[in-house]
């Protein structure tokens, strides 16, 4: 079983910056995906980025290349997602989510068994 925990959302004006983090714990992580979605009110939940376990592979949603930043840190089980540029439509429950996965799969949601309890990030205009 793994429990991921998210921190760092919050309100932040548009064109600033938030880092989200989510730790990890229950057992090794070892070759774990870890992803990030997002979920926005009144739309479904959507890919935003993912990274492999060595953090040698990215793979970033349109929207967010070139403004968000996935890193890793194995030593702490912890996963980041630095989000610069922020824009309203960025507005959502950000969830990050974990498993052993192909890379064909890194963008599915429902391919990920092990989900956090989500944490909210606002950005105003």
Known sequence: QVTLVESGGGLVQAGGSL?????ASG???SNYVMGWFR?????EREFVVAISWSGLITLYADSVKGRFT???????????????????EDTAVYYC?????????????AAYNYW???TQVTVSS
């Open 19 to 23: 880092r989200l983090s989510c730790a």
């Open 70 to 88: 996935i890193s890793r840190d194995n030593a702490k089980n912890t996963v980041y997602l630095q989000m610069n540029s922020l824009k309203p």
């Open 27 to 29: 057992r090794t992580l």
């Open 97 to 109: 989510a974990a498993d052993r996965l192909s890379a064909s799969r890194w963008r599915i949601g």
């Open 39 to 43: 979920q926005a009110p009144g739309k």
């Open 116 to 118: 956090g309890q989500g």
